[in-house]
């Protein structure tokens, strides 16, 4: 059983940046891709950002294209997801996820996840 603890989510103005942090419980995670998603009030969970197992390979959402950068440290058994410029919009409980995925953007390709850690962005 893989435990995902998020932190590093707050309240920051819109252009901002915010950079979350994901911990895996073991070292099984080095062999799982991981990803971040995103819930807002009233709206289904959506798919921000994945990585592949490596790191070599990483997918992005559009609307979060050339703003966020996912990247892991496998020995830190950690994911982050940096987020530059923010805005309004982007304002949701931020989920990682851990999995066999391979399309990265199913919620459903993830067997293990976070509590979760709120961003709320000022316009």
């Known amino acids: 059983q893989v435990q995902l603890v998020e932190s590093g989510g707050g309240l920051v103005q819109a252009g901002g940046s915010l950079r979350l942090s994901c911990a895996a419980s073991?070292?099984?995670?080095?062999?799982?891709?991981l990803g971040w998603f995103r819930q807002a009030p009233g709206k289904e969970r959506e798919f921000v950002a994945g990585?592949?197992?490596?790191?070599?390979?990483?997918y992005y959402e559009n609307s979060v294209k050339g703003r966020f950068t996912i990247s892991r440290d496998n020995a830190k058994n950690t994911v982050y997801l940096q987020m530059d410029s923010l805005k309004p919009e982007d304002t949701a409980v931020y989920f990682c996820?851990?999995?066999?995925?391979?399309?990265?953007?199913?919620?459903?390709?993830?067997?293990?996840w976070g509590q979760g850690t709120q961003v709320t962005v000022s316009s």
């Open positions: 990585i592949s197992a490596s790191g070599t390979n990483t």
């Open positions: 996820a851990a999995g066999g995925a391979s399309s990265y953007e199913g919620t459903w390709e993830y067997d293990y």
């Open positions: 073991e070292r099984t995670s080095s062999r799982l891709a």
